[in-house]
């Protein structure tokens, strides 16, 4: 699949928090640090989501806020 988002950070899911609708999905990559992401129970389902699977994040610059 090719896709248009260049920001690609590959690591393996650490933590799997699910709520009513959505989960919270922690994924640690190389050097230890961690990005975290909201998607929904059906896309945890459709992707086999959970502790030690392997994926990748992709992070769009429209979607990306620092806070300081």
Known sequence: MSISARNQLKGKV???KKGLVTAEVV???AGGDKVTSIISLDSIEDLGVKEG???TAVIKSTDVMILA
């Open 14 to 16: 650490v933590a799997v």
């Open 53 to 55: 699977t392997e994926l």
């Open 27 to 29: 994924l640690e990559i």
